[in-house]
């Protein structure tokens, strides 16, 4: 069966950092676009970054401080926040998309001091 298992979140004070994971099982990874979306309370699920073999995009939001890559070996996908702010606040969910499309369950980040 198909998995992401997201991990890494937390409480963590402004301006720190935090580095989360995906690990994916069940499909071909490497021909999978990955993305993390992230989805505080009462508002729309967002696209945080996305990296494929064409290069990775970001929302203005995060550009500088967020960084994602891929490790197709082993199947994973990382975010690394750096300078974090409340604003970062929210579940972050992992996903993949080719022509069929996969969510994992979310992890939540709290940046609070």
């Known amino acids: 069966q198909v998995q992401l298992v997201e991990s890494g979140g937390g409480l963590v004070q402004p301006g720190g950092s935090l580095r989360l994971s995906c690990a994916a099982s069940?499909?071909?990874?490497?021909?999978?676009?990955m993305s993390w979306y992230r989805q505080a309370p009462g508002t729309a699920r967002e696209l945080v970054a996305s990296?494929?073999?064409?290069?990775?995009n970001y929302a203005d939001s995060v550009k500088g401080r967020f960084t994602i890559s891929r490790d197709n070996v082993k199947n994973m996908v990382y975010l690394q926040m750096n300078s974090l702010k409340p604003e970062d606040t929210a579940v972050y969910y992992c996903?993949?998309?080719?022509?069929?499309?996969?969510w994992g369950q979310g992890t939540q980040v709290t940046v609070s001091s």
């Open positions: 990296i494929s073999s064409a290069g990775t």
């Open positions: 996903k993949a998309r080719n022509r069929v499309q996969y």
């Open positions: 069940g499909f071909t990874f490497s021909s999978y676009v």
